[in-house]
């Protein structure tokens, strides 16, 4: 069973970065790309990018210039850094595997100063 | 970028049949774009329906199925359940990027 455990900052001021890392268990990290996804509240699911075991990225090409992702096989687990965030950046995060099988339960990151 | 769009809301007896569809802006979707359905509900993630335009995960309930339909793609749900009230969404594997569908808000009642 594939369980994936976001850490990060809950609370960011505007134009500061936001930073999040995915744990991975239950699977190797050499399995799956990895992805990420955000739903600001009330609304709909966006995807921001991926990243595959050796590096690879993907990224939305709205957000593209604002996102860096990063993977660390050794210690399972990826980041993710978007920068220059406003309060439109205010969303439920969630870490993913990039078939979309398995989710984190999502970090709600708040943008307000 | 495509955007993918769903109906905002729909409403199903119990025991009745719903479809939802997703259309893209770009035209018409075909199983290159594997579409993929995933169904949340409040304060969960998003939980993985259907792959690759007609596929089950293991845990998908039998009376969920994936197709498509006039150029859409669709998620037709047959026998439905109290516990089926929730959220839809489609994703579609576009040009190098996954894109969601706006979401359809399905009412069991």
């Known amino acids: 069973q594939v369980e994936l455990q976001q850490s990060g900052p809950g609370l960011l001021k505007p134009s500061g970065t936001l930073s999040l890392t995915c744990a991975v268990s239950?699977?190797?990290?050499?399995?799956?790309?990895w992805s990420w996804v955000r739903q600001p509240p009330g609304k709909g699911l966006e995807w921001l990018g991926e990243?595959?075991?050796?590096?690879?990225?993907g990224h939305n090409p709205s957000l593209r210039s604002r996102v860096t992702m990063s993977i660390d096989k050794s210690d399972n687990r990826f980041s993710l850094s978007l920068t220059s965030v406003t309060a439109a950046d205010t969303a439920v995060y969630y870490c993913?595997?990039?078939?979309?099988?398995?989710w984190s339960q999502g970090t709600l990151v708040t943008v307000s100063s | 970028q495509t955007v993918m769009t769903q109906e905002p809301s729909l409403t199903v007896s119990p025991g009745g049949t719903v479809t939802l569809t997703c259309a893209s802006s770009?035209?018409?979707?075909?199983?290159?774009?594997?579409p993929s359905w995933f169904q949340q509900k409040p304060g969960q993630p998003p939980r993985a329906l259907i792959y690759?335009?007609?596929d089950r995960h293991s845990w998908t309930p039998a009376r969920f199925s994936g197709s498509l339909l006039g150029g859409k793609a669709a998620l037709t749900l047959s026998g439905a359940q109290p516990e089926d009230e929730a959220d839809y969404y489609c994703?579609?594997?576009?040009?190098?990027?996954?894109?969601f569908g706006t979401g359809t808000k399905v009412t069991v009642l």
């Open positions: 770009t035209g018409a979707v075909t199983s290159g774009y594997s």
């Open positions: 990243i595959s075991p050796s590096g690879t990225r």
């Open positions: 994703l579609v594997s576009y040009r190098a990027s996954y894109v």
């Open positions: 690759s335009t007609t």
């Open positions: 993913a595997t990039s078939h979309f099988d398995y």
């Open positions: 239950g699977a190797s990290m050499s399995s799956y790309w």
